[in-house]
């Protein structure tokens, strides 16, 4: 009975208070009021802000882009390498030993000199082969004057593949005044010769003044008779000249260079072989004829009849006189000084003196 009373009681209660929040009741807060107004707004940006919020995507933190630095200047590789002292000329490497010509560093070409007087040639060579030059290997004179000079020596320092030496052999000019030129070449500790890429030689040029031509004799037909032979102070002056060179069977001689080499253009005659018989062979244009025993002049070449035919050469051509005319147009003469060994079976070497004329 008391339980009923009491949810009666409740029961009244909530009609009561219902009825106080009802439209009309006195006691009802206006739905229009300032107040009620800005809560409900605040109240709705409360709720906007905490849904903008909650539906904002996860921001993941980017890291900032690293600066890739700038890659550094390299001269000719990426990893650091040796330098060589000087800049090698350009040239394919042509095997072990191969030199290239870097510079001249004294005497340049062509230089005047007094007769007699005495200078220091340096070159600056480059090893461009691939193997070491030691100080066993050496600097030879090859042909055209020596100047005064040694026949060999041993080179100063090692040089590795890449860089350079200088080269130093001390001439004396000779005391005739003309146009001098001396032919060198390296050698290896083997014994083997080689030069400029390969084969080449380098050499060293000058040109002697101060001395005056004299009457030399020379024999015609009609007898003796004094004639004025070709010195430098006429025209054409000595072009070059060697008082001692050699080549051996199949090797090739320019004349007007005073160079050696068993291959090659610009050169006017190959020492050529067939079984026991030896020849002197023009090439490229250049003419030739056998003068004789007595040395020719200038004009008497000039003025020979010159043929492209070879020239039968052997032990009994020795002392003889030839003119020529060379594939550059230049006349001179040489003579025939040896012809080593005497066996003509074996592989041999022909030694000549030569003077070649010309502007």
Request: glycine content about 10%.
């Amino acid at each position: 009975m008391k339980m009923k009373m009491t949810l009666t009681a409740l029961a009244a209660l909530a009609l009561l208070l219902a009825g106080c929040n009802m439209p009309g009741s006195p006691q009802a807060t206006p739905t229009n009021s300032p107040d009620s107004v800005m809560t409900a707004a605040a109240a709705t940006v409360a709720v906007q802000l905490t849904a903008n919020e909650a539906n904002r995507p996860t921001e993941t933190a980017t890291p900032e882009p690293t600066q890739t630095p700038e890659p550094s200047p390299t001269v000719a590789a990426a990893t650091a390498t040796l330098r060589p002292t000087t800049a090698p000329q350009t040239g394919a490497n042509t095997g072990c030993d191969s030199a290239v010509f870097v510079s001249d560093v004294t005497v340049d070409d062509g230089a005047n000199m007094a007769p007699g007087q005495t200078f220091a040639k340096t070159w600056r060579l480059s090893n461009g082969g691939t193997c070491t030059w030691t100080t066993d290997y050496k600097v030879i004179f090859a042909s055209g004057d020596i100047m005064g000079g040694p026949t060999e020596q041993n080179l100063t320092a090692s040089v590795a593949p890449g860089q350079s030496i200088d080269i130093t052999v001390n001439l004396t000019a000779p005391t005739a005044a003309a146009r001098y030129q001396g032919n060198w070449l390296l050698r290896n500790a083997s014994g083997a010769n080689f030069g400029i890429q390969g084969s080449a030689p380098f050499w060293v040029i000058i040109n002697v003044t101060g001395a005056s031509g004299s009457p030399t004799v020379s024999v015609t037909p009609g007898g003796p008779t004094a004639t004025t032979g070709p010195t430098a102070t006429n025209s054409p002056s000595v072009y070059s000249s060697a008082s001692g060179m050699s080549v051996s069977e199949t090797g090739r001689v320019d004349l007007d260079l005073g160079v050696v080499s068993p291959s090659g253009g610009g050169y006017d005659f190959e020492f050529s072989v067939s079984g026991s018989n030896k020849s002197l062979s023009p090439i490229n244009g250049a003419t030739f004829a056998v003068w004789g025993a007595t040395a020719p002049t200038l004009a008497n070449c000039a003025s020979a009849t010159l043929g492209g035919g070879a020239i039968a050469i052997s032990s009994a051509s020795v002392g003889q006189h030839l003119c020529f005319r060379t594939n550059d147009g230049r006349y001179g003469f040489m003579k025939i000084l040896n012809l080593t060994p005497s066996d003509a079976a074996q592989v041999q070497t022909l030694e000549f003196s030569y003077s070649t004329y010309g502007p």
